[in-house]
């Protein structure tokens, strides 16, 4: 497979060696709310000799806080983690450079703040930025003696909104901002913004900005960064609510990653004093957006964006050009802003904002650097197909990418399976595949159609076989099985815990009610909650009550039901069923949840046979609920009470009861002490039947 990446001297282009290969995306963070990578033309990544670096904006509480963490390089986090807060107050689009085995974080809080940490030790805050202004989108970068230089916007009242630059000597303090360029003359409304910086092997600083008066791209260039040069890179027609993205190859060629007007993603470079056009990297039919650029140890340029299709239900995905492929899987769910940076040692290393776990977390992925790979080793990277959430009843076409980390020319075959409801599928992959040392290629299976119902979740197990000896005993038989998991998307509401009646209950009269939880993969908005009974053989009026729910049920949660009371004949067999429908035209999917149950017995007074134990009350009960017994000959009974975990809570009685009576329950537990509200099990146990009923203190 031939790579289409670019490095340019003296003019020009090369095609790239193959080498290296996408590992697997890792999480990295783990929020309440939303975290986002860097958005505005800096980088939330950085990475030394041994570690990788990163810094983002968790959005938890109303004040964004500024996070950082680091792992060593092919290592990763080992669980999905909070970070280090950089900040205690409000603080937003963090960027990061690294030298070293330091790592600079810069963000924007009105005046811009800087931090350094210096191996384990975190120095204290810094700020800068332009003085009595309001500062924002900074963008910083490392040269090769650690200082730390930064370009920024800085809003002056007479003007509008300035570009300006400030450096950090290593292990020092700022200098005076100096101002790049301002808007100009009459364009009040049309400023410069989105500044992106690199430095060059010469130790020259290269700066590009929006220029939204033009609608193109504007450069400027310094020695040092007290007089700049600034002009305009041609034809470069852009969206000027994009960010674009710099870097600098070890020959000194400059290069720039912008989105076009018509949201493609383009790029040009300036090698022997002259810009040139580097094409449409995108595809047709695509939006683009979040470029971003960088170069290895070797010149060559890495390049990755997100984008998504025009079509309705598309998402963004991560794509790189390496070749052009997507980084993320094709799982309905967004992935956006991707920060790319190359190590010392040649290697790539990326992280974005994805929103895979039901809010944005920040993911990494990385790839080795040229030569690296010894023996076979053969490694399923990514199953790209099915993933996330998924239509029913659709075709789809599974596929994952295999990567070669090995040291020489190999061959394989994959097989996929995906198991599930009503799901039993096995194929091997449609051919067997040659794949140079290196390199990556997509494998396809034949089609396969999901057959259950909204909410139903399915394995999806990749393996990959080496050729001839079909096993998968490489140098590393860790890496040659991926699992992965989908499930089908929709609305569905379900009653998942039904506190009354429950199961095997005699009752006079009850008044049903249910927890239901949003079990799809959608928000569920306007829907009827139902609670149907009949009798059996069709005795007695029939009873349905229905409740509304207005709003929204956000996926997982869940909304107590009540419904209004019934009253039970006697000697009756009932079935309750509990189910949603939704009140729009709008489809909703819900299973009916059916509980057995039965009305009073006639004669209980004079029959020595008969046998009822129950809770007095409903639920949710506002304290400890009583048992009420009626019992015709002495019988043994064991009555206990056992929290959500299984742990025994209470004894209320274990031994023979007999005739009609209440047991009491001061809601403690067997040490004396009152329990807290909340889910607890009353288990009542006869040589007739064992029993649990749920209760919930509400207090």
């Known amino acids: ?21 996408w590992h697997r995306s890792a999480r990295l963070t783990v929020t309440d709310s939303i975290s986002y990578t860097s958005r505005t033309g800096g980088w939330g990544i950085g990475v030394t000799d041994e570690d990788v670096h990163i810094a983002w904006y968790d959005k938890t509480f109303s004040s964004s806080t500024v996070r950082y963490g680091h792992f060593p390089i092919g290592c990763c986090l080992e669980s999905p983690a909070s970070g280090i807060a950089i900040n205690s107050d409000y603080g937003c689009e963090p960027v990061l450079s690294a030298s070293d085995t330091n790592a600079h974080i810069d963000w924007c809080v009105d005046s811009l703040y800087f931090r350094e940490v210096a191996g384990m030790a975190i120095n204290p805050i810094l700020g800068h930025g332009w003085p009595g202004t309001s500062n924002l989108c900074p963008a910083v970068a490392d040269d090769a003696s650690g200082n730390t230089h930064c370009v920024f916007n800085y809003y002056d009242d007479s003007l509008g909104l300035c ?42 600083i290269h700066v590009a900005w929006i220029q939204p008066w033009k609608g193109n791209i504007g450069y400027g260039t310094s020695a040092d960064g007290s007089n700049w040069t600034v002009s305009e890179i041609p034809s470069t027609p852009c969206n000027i609510h ?22 493609e993603i383009h790029g040009v470079f300036k090698s022997g004093g002259m810009w040139n056009y580097l094409g449409n990297l995108s595809k047709a039919g695509m939006i683009g957006d979040g470029p971003s650029i960088c170069a290895d140890t070797s010149g060559y340029m890495w390049r990755a964006w997100h984008a998504r299709y025009l079509s309705e239900e598309a998402t963004a995905e991560i794509y790189c050009d390496d070749p052009y492929q997507s980084l ?13 940076t190359a190590d010392p040692n040649g290697n790539i290393h990326i992280i974005w904002s994805d929103s895979r776990n039901g809010n944005f977390e920040i993911y990494y992925n990385w790839r080795l650097g040229k030569g690296q790979g010894q023996g076979r080793d053969l490694a399923v990277t990514c199953i790209f197909r099915p993933a996330g959430r998924i239509e029913n009843q659709f075709i789809v076409s599974p596929s994952a990418r295999i990567g070669n980390f090995g040291e020489a020319l190999d061959s394989f075959y994959a097989n996929c399976k995906i198991t599930g409801p009503g799901s039993n599928y096995s194929k ?20 396969w159609t999901p057959s259950g119902n909204v909410g139903d979740i399915y394995e999806v197990k990749v393996t990959v076989y080496m050729l001839p000896d079909s096993n998968i005993y490489d140098d590393n038989p860790s890496n040659n099985v991926f699992v992965d998991s989908c499930i089908i998307r929709g609305v569905a509401v379900t009653a998942t815990t039904i506190l009354e009646p429950q199961e095997g209950d005699t009752l006079e009269h009850l008044k049903p009610n249910a927890y239901f939880t949003n079990t799809g993969t959608e928000p569920a908005a306007n829907f009827y909650c139902h609670c149907d009974i009949t009798s059996a053989g069709f005795h007695g009026d029939d009873y349905a009550d229905s409740v509304l729910v207005a709003g929204n049920l956000a996926v997982g949660d869940s909304i107590f039901i009540g ?3 019934y009253g039970c004949e006697e000697n009756r067999s009932y079935v309750a069923t509990f189910h949603a429908t939704s ?21 209980v007074a004079e029959s020595a046979e008969v046998l009822r134990i129950e809770l007095a009350g409903t639920n949710p009960f506002g304290a400890p609920p009583s048992i009420d017994y009626l019992i015709g000959v002495p019988t043994e009974v064991s009555i206990r009470v056992y929290d959500v975990s299984g742990k025994l809570v209470e004894i209320l009685h274990d031994g023979e009861l007999s005739g009609r009576g209440r047991l009491h329950w001061n809601g403690k537990d067997q040490e004396g002490r009152m329990i807290a509200d909340g889910l607890y099990f009353v288990r009542i146990l006869t040589p007739q039947f064992d029993r649990t009923h749920k209760i919930v203190l509400v207090r």
């Open 1 to 21: 497979m031939r790579k289409t990446r670019v490095f340019v001297t003296l003019g020009l282009l090369a095609a790239l060696p193959v080498f290296g290969q």
């Open 163 to 204: 570009l300006a630059y400030q450096r950090r000597t290593a292990g020092g303090d700022f200098s005076a901002p100096v101002e790049i360029i301002g808007p100009p003359p009459g364009s009040y409304g049309y400023l410069p913004y989105y500044p992106t910086i690199c430095i060059g092997p010469d130790g020259n």
């Open 242 to 263: 994009a960010a674009p993205s710099i870097c600098c190859s070890k020959w000194g060629t400059i290069c720039v990653l912008y989105a076009s007007q018509n949201d």
């Open 328 to 340: 993320t899987s094709y799982d309905s769910y967004e992935s956006r802003y991707p920060n790319v």
């Open 428 to 447: 091997n992959s449609v051919m067997t595949k040659i794949i140079p040392s290196g390199d990556d290629t997509l494998i396809g299976f034949p089609p």
């Open 563 to 565: 419904f209004d009371d």
């Open 583 to 603: 009140a729009t035209e709008d489809t909703i999917y819900s299973p009916h949840i059916q509980v057995h149950f039965h009305g009073p017995y006639t004669g």
